[in-house]
């Protein structure tokens, strides 16, 4: 069984339109996480969620908006997407200090 | 605030030959320490983590990682690689008490020939 899933996997869209990619983990875990991963591999977290409540939310623009319906859940609404948003979006969960990652969305603005 | 640093973005190396990968962090407080690979086209994965207790910590697949707090690194290494080594490695720091935040170093790309 997946522990982390995303979908969908790859996500290719047009300048200005609005997408979402979905998080889901079968672990238990209390705390739920968006990464954005560059086109270098810098990797550097977006939101982090605990139990449905948001608790970082690091200098983002607010064309991003995660939701967290439950705490199995996180999801990231992106509005109005510019060519820079194109990496690879990897959500994760965590128990104490031992983080896990899903497999990446990879997003590409045409 | 934190930074990871890893010095080298690519290390090539012959299978079978010995490898160090090197990542230091600046911090103003206590830090717990991780390193992750990431194969092409995957997530992340643990590879081992530094919590307390001994400095020199062992993790999954033969790697093992040294801290050192004087010179504030914690250098992963592997004494013999393999082909399937091949990846990105990533350090990464969390502070003590504030676990739900991770930063984590570029990466160095392990380029294992044969």
């Known amino acids: 069984d997946t522990a982390v899933s995303q979908t969908p996997k790859y996500l290719v869209t047009q300048m200005g339109n609005d997408k979402s990619i979905k998080c889901e983990q079968n672990?238990?875990?209390?705390?739920m996480y968006w990464y954005k991963q560059d086109s270098k591999k810098f990797l550097k977290i977006m939101f982090s969620?605990?139990?449905?409540?948001?608790?970082i939310n690091e200098t983002v623009p607010n064309r991003f908006s995660p939701k967290s319906p439950d705490k199995a859940h996180l999801n990231l609404h992106i509005n109005s997407l510019e060519l820079g948003d194109s990496a690879v979006y990897f959500c994760?969960?965590?128990?104490?200090?031992?983080?896990?990652f899903g497999p990446g969305t990879r997003l590409t603005v045409t | 605030a934190q930074s990871v640093t890893q010095l080298d973005s690519q290390v090539p190396v012959f299978e079978e030959a010995p490898v160090e990968l090197r990542c230091n962090y600046s911090?103003?407080?206590?830090?717990?320490l991780f390193w992750y690979v990431q194969y092409p086209n995957q997530g992340l994965q643990l590879l081992l983590k530094?919590?307390?207790?001994?400095?020199l910590v062992k993790g999954i697949n033969g790697f093992e990682a040294e801290f050192n707090k004087s010179q504030t690194s914690f250098h992963l290494r592997k004494p013999s690689v393999h082909i399937s080594d091949t990846a990105e490695y990533f350090c990464a720091v969390s502070e003590t008490g504030n676990f739900n935040k991770f930063y984590f170093g570029s990466g160095t790309k392990l380029n294992v020939k044969p």
């Open positions: 969620y605990n139990n449905k409540e948001l608790i």
């Open positions: 530094y919590l307390s207790g001994s400095t």
């Open positions: 994760a969960s965590s128990h104490a200090y031992e983080q896990y």
């Open positions: 672990l238990g875990h209390d705390t």
């Open positions: 911090s103003s407080v206590s830090v717990y």
